[in-house]
């Protein structure tokens, strides 16, 4: 075989290991997480072990320190993670509506139904997470801040396009996840309502009575 020929041969299949060896790597972050999240969900924060997540995704202790420096760095990327694809879910889904006020009332009902279908992530998400001591709850602020900024914008813009009357939009924001939280906290512990379906049309008429929204104006279009 020709020099240059088996040099360009040597180089692409070169390129090909490089290429599997990077694929292998997001693979194994990748099954590190969706492991994480399921032993998370069944044993909350704390319990989860970093052997048992190896273990069951089939990686090793090398690879998982390799990604992750710490079990909450690991537990940080999985929350941004998941908070990611929720909040890209949501802008996919209410992009074409109407108004912010419009946009907002179906965030509502996206996030309930997400919830309802997948409750592994309602309950790392939401529950195991927390309650771990300021120092490490606090470390998971980002993620939440980020739903309350989705909140805040959309309330922002309602206000400038004169749907809802000015208002404190970064206390509002609060205010609506804290209840969207109550609600899907009370159904994770007590199973209660049966479905997060049947609550909430309430709770978005709620959230939109608290800033002064028209329902007539919102709830005559399809949302």
Do not use: C
Not at 54 to 69: A, C, E, I, Q, R
Not at 147 to 158: G, M, P, R, S, Y
Not at 182 to 198: M, R
Request: net charge positive; charged share 25%.
């Amino acid at each position: 075989m020709p020099y240059h020929r088996k040099h360009l041969l040597d180089q692409l299949v070169g390129l090909i290991m490089v290429k599997e060896s990077q694929i292998e790597v997001t693979t194994a972050r990748e099954r590190i997480l969706d492991t994480a999240l399921e032993v998370m969900a069944k044993r909350g924060y704390t319990a989860a072990g970093v052997k048992e997540i190896v273990d069951l995704s089939g990686t090793s202790k090398g690879s998982f320190y390799f990604h992750f420096p710490s079990k909450e760095r690991m537990v940080i990327a999985l929350l941004e993670r998941m908070s990611d694809k929720l909040i890209d879910k949501v802008n996919n889904a209410t992009r074409n509506q109407p108004t912010p006020l419009h946009r907002l009332s179906a965030n509502i009902d996206i996030l309930m139904a997400i919830f309802a279908r997948k409750r592994n992530i309602a309950q790392v998400l939401l529950l195991n997470v927390v309650g771990n001591g300021k120092a490490t709850d606090i470390k998971f602020l980002p993620v939440r801040e980020r739903f309350l900024n989705l909140i805040k914008q959309e309330l922002d813009a309602a206000v400038e396009a004169g749907q809802i009357p000015p208002v404190d939009t970064a206390l509002a924001s609060r205010i609506w996840l804290g209840g969207i939280y109550e609600v899907i906290l009370h159904w994770l512990l007590t199973g209660q309502p049966a479905s997060l379906a049947e609550v909430t049309p309430a709770l978005r008429r709620a959230l939109l009575m608290s800033v002064g929204a028209d329902l007539s104006t919102i709830e005559t279009q399809k949302i």
